[in-house]
């Protein structure tokens, strides 16, 4: 048995006690969006601390203007070991509609699917807790077959990645010369599909707002005031109404701005790939895309903005029904960049148009739920390629590069702020539910995930 | 002291009980909309039966399809005295957002207004358990002064006036006989202002709808899905935007059909009464009406329909942001009906509009939330003269006579299985906040009410 196979088999050995520390950390509730379990965010930070102490590394919690972060360094084998930054977080999304879910999101298990596959279920299992895991776990093999690592390592798990990481420009500011790596590798995306891992170039970025509209004093009567006064939600659904056109594309001055066609060789290979698989909104039971037109959906999602709607309320939502004009409304709005598109200015410019819709006898207030540019990496990184030949090992199935629909937004402020690139690869599958009920993540994306972390650390470890 | 004086004097007497009785009527949480509370309806319905029983009455609850009715019997002094149906609702609207209530909605109490005023505090006082009770309570002075009343009486009051009256029409049907008087009398609207009172010749009918939109098949992550996948938001935000013109004119075709144009003398009538009055926006903290263009308020109040979305609710709502595209949203939405707008065929044309805007790929699911025409009284029915003199007796002001902006749909209903009109006359004022948190009832309305219906059962004693 070679040495990198002998540290592969370790991972087989480790299995039961690997996914006792998964379970442990996805029964804390890290739902960062809710300041209700501010705690167990702190709880899985430290839990995760714990763990790497355990293992060797210099680990500590740290707190931060929000939820803390968990930051753990490493030496490598040898003072020239290349130096990576390993970036996951432990903090997961809120998990209502409760009772959609089959079975209770804090409490993880390995379960068999309908099609006969084991399952882990449980909240941030996929989005990130496994993720994040499949890499330490591949590390503390390293570790238990040799008693030492060949690359120099140091973590930093956050606790804020699912409300936009408000945090994560000051700690990094402040920590500069300690966080500051050759490389920056992240375990928080998925694969092509089960035989073909993926690559992720580039990320899209992420600006959310919140926005509160109020009108009259208190709730009306619609009998007495309808017709006459303004209803809030009138004004949210014209705002709603307005933010896209006919053709699917955003309406919002400037919105494409910095936005980069997609090279003609690029988006013949993404196109070569949709038509190679199943219609991606069959998995979802819809069939009728509605973004901007002659788009492949792959390009759609790797490649073009967008801006959603994530939550509308006001008035009346209880059973039956009440005649009123509510007193206010909110929308909850998020909007997805690409390339070189100023999130700033992207939200300045949704503010005036909101503002433009609002009449001058209502009010509306804004809240800022996060702001990050994209990412791109560039092609031609010689990581790029030793990763590539190490998944070989893995999966027959040779990578594919994609673009990532997704946002990780710290990954954007390791690029400005600490001058890094970042290597994406993840295990995640596509039905594996990240931000919705039923959160899943396959037993076997979390043993081979693993595995393949042995094999990039080897490939990555010379320079 | 004549007889007159006697009854309206014992009314003053009576103050205290009568304010026990409302009091006891208040503290049940009668909210018909949520059929958690179905036990409190019947528990109302039970307390007037035997209030009604212990004053002389033939009082029983009565089974319905949903919250029952209370119907009771009494004779008059001689055969012919004329036979009056008087109505009113033990319903009450919910009392959400229960936050903004400065005193417990079910615990009625005698407190001072900010402007020194006496008022009784409490959801369903206003609207409509005080207000029902100022006829109760003249009935009760007459029977305890003189042993007997000067008309034949049935009293009915419903408990689904608040969630559109489904229950009505079949009662109606199936106790036609039972229930047919000369007229029905309604004390469930309010005064032009404190010295000058109001009866309403015309009611607006109601429709109203909630809308389902069920997109894809279950929560998606924006990043994965965003500019793919329908939105139904985005398509309620279209439906809510299209429902009105520039102009604040609804869009529906067919809307305006049975429209009529106000008779230009009523109109002159009206445009005084509003340059007269404060402007009606500032007691809601508002200034510009949103309504039809070149209207009064007044007239687009009591002579013009409206459509108002009531509430809208998906995606996520709670603390902080979570990057949804939610599977599925709702609106409430109701129409406000006058004249001979057919309320069958306006919610057909609604549905026309809304599976319009709903893409091929998505499902709209409808319910029904009652449907009701308007009534017009007319303006020459001896009792309106008779009326307006026995208010003399009690405000100098001489009674105007207006239409009414809110709906009762059971009175279309009496009009159209009974052939009855309804004489409506209320003594709520304009800050009684009858669906909004802290409503309350001035405790001079409930006074004077009971006074002021004293007189007109006398007046309207003889043929």
Request: aromatic residues 8%; negative net charge; charged residues 25%.
């Amino acid at each position: 048995m070679s040495d990198l196979e002998a540290v592969l088999a370790r991972t087989e050995v480790n299995l039961e006690s690997s996914l006792e520390t998964l379970f442990d950390l996805v029964r804390v509730p890290s739902i960062s969006t809710d300041p209700a379990h501010a705690a167990d965010c702190r709880k899985a930070a430290q839990l995760l601390a714990d763990y790497l102490a355990r293992l060797g590394f210099a680990a500590s919690v740290r707190d931060t203007i929000g939820h803390p972060m968990v930051v753990a360094h490493h030496e490598g084998a040898s003072p020239d070991c290349p130096h990576f930054l390993f970036y996951g977080h432990y903090d997961v999304q809120p998990v209502d509609p409760l009772q959609l879910w089959t079975h209770p999101p804090f409490e993880p298990a390995i379960r068999e699917a309908a099609n006969g596959a084991k399952i882990i279920t449980g909240r941030g299992t996929c989005d990130d807790k496994a993720q994040l895991l499949t890499f330490i776990e591949a590390v503390r093999a390293y570790k238990e077959v040799r008693g030492n690592l060949p690359i120099r390592l140091t973590v930093i798990f956050e606790g804020e990645e699912e409300c936009g990481s408000p945090s994560a420009k000051p700690f990094l500011e402040a920590n500069k010369e300690e966080l500051k790596a050759d490389y920056v590798l992240v375990c928080d995306t998925g694969m092509w599909n089960e035989d073909t891992p993926s690559i992720c170039a580039g990320l899209r970025g992420l600006v959310g707002e919140e926005i509160k509209i109020f009108a009259a004093s208190h709730d009306l009567h619609s009998g007495g005031y309808g017709g006459i006064a303004a209803n809030p939600l009138h004004i949210i659904g014209r705002i709603v109404a307005g933010l896209h056109d006919d053709n699917g594309r955003v309406t919002l001055p400037g919105f494409y701005d910095g936005v980069e066609e997609t090279p003609a060789d690029l988006k013949a290979v993404w196109d070569g790939l949709e038509r190679g698989m199943p219609h991606i909104l069959d998995r979802v039971g819809l069939s009728i895309p509605v973004g901007e037109k002659n788009r492949s959906m792959l390009e759609l999602n790797w490649a073009r903005p967008t801006a959603e709607v994530n939550g509308i309320s006001g008035g009346y939502a209880g059973e039956g029904f009440k005649t009123v004009i509510p007193a206010e409304a909110t929308a909850k709005v998020s909007f997805r960049l690409v390339h070189k598109q100023d999130p700033i200015k992207i939200r300045e410019s949704f503010r005036a148009y909101v503002r433009s819709k609002v009449p001058a006898d209502c009010r509306v207030e804004f809240v800022e739920h996060g702001a990050a540019p994209a990412v791109q990496m560039p092609f031609d990184a010689p990581i790029l390629d030793k990763t590539k030949q190490a998944l070989l090992g893995e999966w027959s199935n040779p990578a594919i590069v994609t673009g990532g629909g997704g946002s990780i937004p710290i990954v954007g402020d390791f690029r400005t702020i600490l001058g890094m690139d970042a290597l994406l690869v993840g295990w995640g599958q596509a039905d594996d539910r990240g931000h919705s009920p039923n959160e899943k993540y396959n037993l076997s994306s979390f043993q081979k995930g693993t595995r393949a972390w042995v094999r990039i650390i080897d490939a990555i470890s010379t320079p």
